[in-house]
């Protein structure tokens, strides 16, 4: 990946080619307009950078003076290199270098929006951004505002399970995906305005995703926003389609309609194979359990508590190898009815197999119930 400047007469280049998107339906930033950049950090897919690139952390959690190199770093270069504006929307904020990106990106005028949850309104980092001169919104209601997604110049969206906390980046197993897509990047950023601008959240936000579903570079994308829509029917009906193995990793597993539906595939012989979060994973209204008891008579499951001791922070389902569903959304009700959540959806074994790898390492560090 060969890392090019864009000057205004670049940025301006960028608007119009986005606007034509939209008009002929097609992405002529991605077609023309690629600014694809090289990063310290590198990217675990690289087969095709002129439009995704796939990150996951490695949960070393090295004490917090040590702590460099790792993701917040990379995604405060993306942000140094805004043109046009940067939108955040992160449950928990307080990385360093993406703070001090966006406080630095604001003093040179461009536009910075951020929102966050009132759980974390508060933070000394919060309160950092907020007297570098930028309006931080609070989703004040009882539902969590749990996105973690960012968008650059209406053009470059990260998204998943990362917080952007130096936890999240250090000692957390998380995934964070770059893609280069300004019909994607319209989804967030009308998201954002619903947030920001209108300050709706949750059920009470509207329905309006530009692109549900949309073709990149031949590969069918599939992005969601709950709680305006609910997710787990969408996650539900995926699974049920898998022929051959369902892989999944989950913060929080207990959400009925996804459970069941695994459930079902394995009673039906699909192989089922999981790892919970450590912490709740035993509780009443957890899968684990269930699917642990499933596990002694029946060879086609088999399911493992991480072995991370910080925190394992994927939810991320993959099936037949070649469906990903990953996000902020756990799997459980409150994120299906009450939070506000994204997920996205993508149909490719080559992406696919990059997950499958994080799956087989967390899956190596898990402890194994039946031994």
């Not at 019909?183 to 549900?212: I, V």
Request: glycine share 8%.
């Amino acid at each position: 990946m060969n890392k090019t400047t864009a000057g205004i007469g670049g940025s301006i280049l960028l608007i119009i080619l986005a606007v034509l998107s939209v008009l002929l339906g097609t992405d002529l930033v991605e077609k023309y307009g690629n600014d694809v950049d090289n990063d310290n950090s590198t990217p675990a897919a690289d087969a095709n950078p002129d439009w995704y690139e796939i990150y996951f952390t490695n949960p070393s959690c090295p004490p917090a003076a040590e702590r460099t190199g790792g993701l917040d770093e990379t995604i405060a270069e993306e942000i140094g290199r805004a043109k046009l504006q940067v939108d955040v929307a992160g449950y928990d904020i307080d990385a360093e270098p993406i703070i001090n990106a966006l406080i630095d990106l604001r003093a040179r005028g461009l536009t910075v929006r951020v929102v966050t949850d009132s759980d974390n309104g508060d933070l000394p980092g919060i309160r950092r951004l907020r007297r570098g001169g930028i309006s931080v919104v609070e989703d004040k209601r009882t539902g969590l505002m749990h996105d973690k997604f960012i968008v650059v110049d209406g053009r470059y969206v990260w998204m998943g399970s990362l917080n952007y906390t130096t936890n999240g980046v250090y000692c957390n197993n998380n995934n964070l995906v770059r893609f280069d897509s300004s019909r994607l990047a319209a989804n967030y950023t009308a998201e954002m305005d619903e947030m920001y601008d209108k300050q709706q959240f949750g059920p009470d936000s509207p329905n309006n995703t530009p692109k549900e579903k949309l073709t990149i570079n031949g590969i069918e994308i599939e992005n969601y926003f709950g709680s305006e829509k609910e997710i787990s029917p969408i996650i539900a009906r995926a699974v049920t389609r898998a022929q051959e193995e369902i892989l999944f990793m989950a913060f929080s597993f207990t959400d009925e309609q996804i459970g069941e539906a695994m459930l079902g595939r394995a009673d039906a012989g699909v192989t089922l194979r999981g790892v919970f979060e450590t912490v709740g994973s035993d509780t009443g209204s957890s899968y684990f359990p269930v699917m642990a008891q499933d596990e002694m008579t029946m060879e086609n499951i088999a399911v493992r508590t991480d072995g991370n001791p910080q925190i394992m922070h994927h939810k991320v389902i993959i099936i037949d190898r070649e469906t990903v569903i990953f996000g902020s959304f756990n799997f459980s009700d409150s994120a299906n009815r009450r939070n506000d959540e994204n997920i996205i959806i993508v149909h490719d074994p080559t992406f696919a197999g990059y997950f499958i790898d994080e799956f087989d390492t967390v899956w190596a560090e898990a402890d194994n119930p039946s031994q």
